[in-house]
């Protein structure tokens, strides 16, 4: 088994190597514009082109006929690595294990923008997907050419180019000899037929999962460099706090440590990481703590007063004002989801090498190629200077602590000119990285006299989008003087729209201006805070006009595909009438009720198609809720790789849960209060439910993503579910067993 190969099969990456000369060192010429670099697995790589137009800026082919795919997605833990090397295999015609990637390197690899939104196969794998079959069918043109035989008479197999009797064969390094492929990017490329698929659509094993078993695979907690010094960074007192003294005598005794400053940003070193950490514990430090947070108990009053930047009225249809006055029935209810944190089970951690005005990054970041951009402003050189190496991290789930970390690295690096690894403690990694912010959702219904819905009101107060993702306000970026207000939170507008089709529909969403929380995008940003609330309402208007819940939905949804999913799941989780009611389970506690909750939801309301049922138990005697089953229909279009499809979902679900029931963050007037597992827990492995999942193919649909949309209908499934066991409607998440509790006893 030769290097890369024993790489691909295990997952692994190098833990340390020596590079000669700087990593940024290219070779280039006037035509192809090559680049040629070390990759993350320690292997020269060339890459022919770096235009987006032409083929070989997104795969080269080796004279042993090996293909490498230069991806500007990254594998966030998702699979996304397998699966599009499965759509490059299959368009080339070439074996799985003929294919490697290179992800998320900005110097190998083009930007394709962050990987986030459900989207690396959606776009960055439908790239890949046609640059592959632009280059099967020129090298097979080349051979019927070189042949002077019909195209349409060869065949491919394993990357192997043959006529009709087999007496003529080539393979694909054999004809390109080493040269580029030279051929442009077609973007209607005719794409392989479905029913010739030997690879799209299998569950092939995930290439990363033999060596996270084994132990093999390095994540980017485990990654060196020769000469590296360790590195943490000295956090302020809170957000608003400035750096008064700091008094480097407190560690001048401990052996080998140094301390680094740039204005409010502060940082020791040391040979070693316990060294760091000892150092970091030592060092005397003078912070003027200014209070930056709002009470915790007047959250949603401080969100409401705030600035509004702008409104956006994503539907606006019929007379809703109207309506509603004119309605026999009218339901008001109000929704609040709290900021969260992303709590990534491994902590931020990152390596960097500054040297001769150039730095290289290794990082876990969803964003090398936008990082890039803020890492040269922090460290005051060309963004050329910079390159951003991915290796793995534990988690993401948005932007979280990878980008704070990787830029720590970076301007520490440069102060102390030497190699630098910087790990975040955990109390780093909950106190400092950015949250979700929170979010208000005001509804108004209206029922006619045949109980039927006439209008439809509802007001969003979401947090303003500023500036683009390349403006991140990293930690390093702000603390060492530079200005940038800017903050990103994702298209949190999405999902504010409904799909049901109401006479009279009013949506309006105000942006509000807020400098307390640093927040960026996370897990389904704002669809899951919009869908929470416009489905669970759906169900107080079903509930007060006496209508099953399924049923209401498909009498006002018109989309056969939509209509797919609810029939698909009502059938998995056999769902009727009664179901909807609470229900008792033999064995139960007395104290113990049972409901079944549903929810529907096509994701951005222009691809992935999700309908959930779930049902929980809640103790009445502690108010304690636990989600016990959930069964999901999902059409995501063409799916590349189910059981890597199914591994989306179940994440994605399971952690839904756990922000629903379990998840609030916590502060004072300073600073993020819940920086561990204990005052930010999250759902253990005994209180996972069973999820079952029913996967509507759609081979001949472009694919789309499935990360970020089943959790989209956890939040006011569960509501639902609660509502339908208790009678109780609890409208503010986390459902705590104490709101549990005060909810039933005020409907006593």
Known sequence: MDRRAFLKQSGGLLVSFSLPGTLLATSSNALAQSVSAVDAAGQTVTRASNAKGEVDAWLSIAPNSRVTVFSGKVDLGTGARTALAQMVAEELDVAFTQVDLVMGDTLLTLDQGQTAGSLTIQDGGGTLRRAAACARRALVSRAASQWEIEPA?????????????NTRRVGYG??????????????????????????????????????KVTGQ???????????????????????????????????????????????????????????????????????????HFPEQAELYQYWRKLPVASVETPANKGDAAGALAAASK???????????????????????EFQNGQCTIWSAAQSTHSLQSEIALTLGVDKAKVRLIYLDGAGCYGRNGHEDCSADAALVSQLAGAPVRVQWMRQDEHGWDPKSPPTVIDLKGGLDAQKRPVAWQSEFFAAAQKGSIAEFPLLATVTSGIKRPAYVTGNISKNADILYTLPNVSTKVNRVTDSAFRTAHLRSPGRLQNAFANEAFFDELAVAAGADPLQWRLDYLPDPRARAVLEDVARLSKWNARTARAIRRKGDPREVVRGRGLAFVRYDNDRTYVATVLELAVNRKTGQIRVTDVWCSHDCGQIINPDGTRNQIEGGII????????????????????????????????????????????????PWGAGEMAPATIPAAISNAVAAATGVRLRTVPFLPEKMLAAMKRQA
């Open 153 to 165: 008479t060869l065949t491919v197999r394993d990357g192997v180019i043959a006529t009709a009797d």
């Open 174 to 211: 054999e004809l390109l000899a080493g040269k580029p492929i030279e051929v442009a990017l077609d973007p209607k490329v005719p794409l392989k037929d479905p029913a010739r698929h030997a690879l799209i659509g299998k569950s092939i094993q995930r290439v990363d999962i033999p060596g």
């Open 217 to 291: 695979f390095t994540f980017m907690q485990d990654f060196r460099v020769p000469g590296m010094l360790h590195a943490r960074v000295i956090r302020p007192a809170g957000p608003g706090a400035k750096l008064v003294s700091v008094d480097e005598a407190s560690v001048a005794q401990m052996a080998g440590v140094r301390v680094v400053r740039k204005q409010d940003f502060l940082a020791v070193l040391s040979p070693t990481e316990w060294g760091a950490i000892k150092a970091a514990r030592a060092l005397k430090v003078q912070w003027d703590d200014q209070p």
């Open 330 to 352: 009218r339901v008001e209810a109000t929704y609040e989801f709290p900021p969260n944190t992303h709590g990534s089970i491994g902590p931020a951690c990152a390596v960097a």
């Open 655 to 702: 952690q839904t849960v756990s922000r629903v029931l379990m998840e609030e963050l916590h502060f004072d007037a300073h600073k993020v209060t819940s920086v561990d597992w204990s005052t930010y827990p999250i759902l253990r492995f005994p209180d996972v439910p069973n999820i079952h999942i029913s996967l509507i193919d759609r081979s001949e649909a472009p």
